[in-house]
Structure formats: C-alpha cells, structure tokens
C-alpha cells in the first residue's frame, strides 16, 4: 500500500460560481459537511444530506449580496468539485431584516430541536468573531473522493493571496478537528476552542495574518517554475 500523497488533481480552474449553480453548490457542500460535527448536532437525522442541502441553498441566497460570495473549483465541462463561501471585509454578518426574513425557511430545515441548537451555534459564533476588519470564510467543502488532491489548498489560494497582497486578515470557524492541519498549512491559526453547550461538539475560531513576504520570489515562482496560479474567472 502506498503512503504517498495524492497528486493535485488537474484540468479545472477556479471562478465565481453561477446563480444557475446555487443548486449543485448546495448538493456539493452536502456531501462534504455530511458527517460534520456541528451539522448532525443541529439537523434531524432523518434524510440529513437533503436538509444539509437546504442549509446551504439557503446560505448562498444570505450570501451572495455580500462582497466575495461563492466561488467554485470546477472542471472545464462543468462539473463542481468544491465550493467556499466567502464575505469581504464589514460584510460577515447578514442584515437583520435577511435574517428575520429567512427564519421560515431555517426552521423547515433545523426543527423544533435543531431550530434552538442553531441559535446555540449562531450566538457562539458571532460572540466568538473578532472585530478587526478581515475577510470571513463561514464554509468551505471539497466533494467526496478529492479530498487530498489539492483541490481545496486552490480555491483558498487565490483569495488567501489577495489577502496578502493587499494586508488584509481572514477568519473562519473549523467544525472539525480533523480539518485543522489543512488550515493550518494555509497559515490560519486556532485562536480558542467553543464549546457547544448541553454536551455539544466543539468549533474552532481560526485566524489568519496577512503573510508580509507574498509576491516575493521563491524557487517555484522564479522563471522557468512550474507553479500556476488559478484566477476566478466570470
């Protein structure tokens, strides 16, 4: 049995997704966050996939007015391979009324049960989120069977280099322990460890300082390197 790692899967690029896309978005991000920690904490059970799906349709329709929204690493036919939701600096948190309008649809996914967990883990986050301006990602999901195949390291990359270049910070919550080595070797670090109450699982906030020394050269930058750099493309 070979111990060495998957190669990066090749022939797809990174872009904004389409609002034709909210649907296989969702599907994707489904997938990746169904045996998630936090997810089966707050949604029953009972056809969980459908009601993560759900969740996620509904995120991306609270997202995409905010600056950044969904992009995607996609093949050239078409196929999503992986998904990150992101919101620019002072536009993290939805508007109220958003909010209060999307409750409806939030209490047909969690239930009576997960309705109140979901509160739980809203109130935990947003006492948890620091204050300084900075770049949130609140999910982001590879779709099964890529996972290790650098797939999710080039969807971050191309904002995480903005980030540097511009001096600007990220944050994001990781639901799952296991996860934290892959933010890590993106240069976020874990800030605290929440605890859901009433026995629940646990999430860890994650900072990331804007890198000082991006955009210098380095032996897989210099001419003649092999390195490329995915673009979002409209």
């Not at 239930?111 to 509160?119: D, K, Q, T």
């Not at 990331?208 to 979002?232: F, I, K, Y």
Request: charged share 20%; aromatic share 8%.
């Amino acid at each position: 049995m070979s111990t060495r790692p998957a190669p990066p899967l090749a022939g797809y690029g990174i872009r904004f997704a389409w609002p034709t896309e909210s649907g296989a978005v969702a599907a994707l991000l489904a997938r990746a966050f169904a045996d998630d920690p936090v997810m089966a904490w707050m949604i029953p059970a009972a056809d969980r996939e459908r009601g993560i799906a759900r969740y996620f349709r509904l995120a991306q329709r609270q997202q995409r007015p905010r600056a950044g929204a969904v992009r995607v690493a996609a093949t050239g036919g078409g196929r999503l391979l992986a998904a990150a939701l992101w919101s620019g600096p002072g536009c993290w948190k939805p508007a109220p009324v958003r909010e209060l309008a999307a409750l409806p649809r939030y209490a047909g996914i969690f239930g009576l049960r997960g309705m109140r967990r979901a509160g739980e883990v809203q109130n935990a986050m947003h006492e948890a989120h620091p204050q300084p301006p900075h770049w949130y990602l609140p999910s982001v999901g590879t779709d099964r069977g890529l996972q290790g195949m650098g797939v999710g390291s080039a969807l971050l990359a191309q904002q995480l280099a903005d980030c540097d270049r511009l001096g600007q910070p990220a944050y994001l919550e990781s639901s799952n322990v296991t996860n934290l080595p892959f933010y890590e070797n993106l240069g976020f670090r874990v800030t605290a460890e929440i605890r859901l109450p009433g026995g629940g699982p646990a999430f860890w906030p994650m900072w990331r300082d804007p890198d000082p020394t991006a955009g210098r050269p380095t032996r897989r930058d210099a001419p003649g390197g092999s390195s490329e750099r995915r673009r979002p493309t409209r």
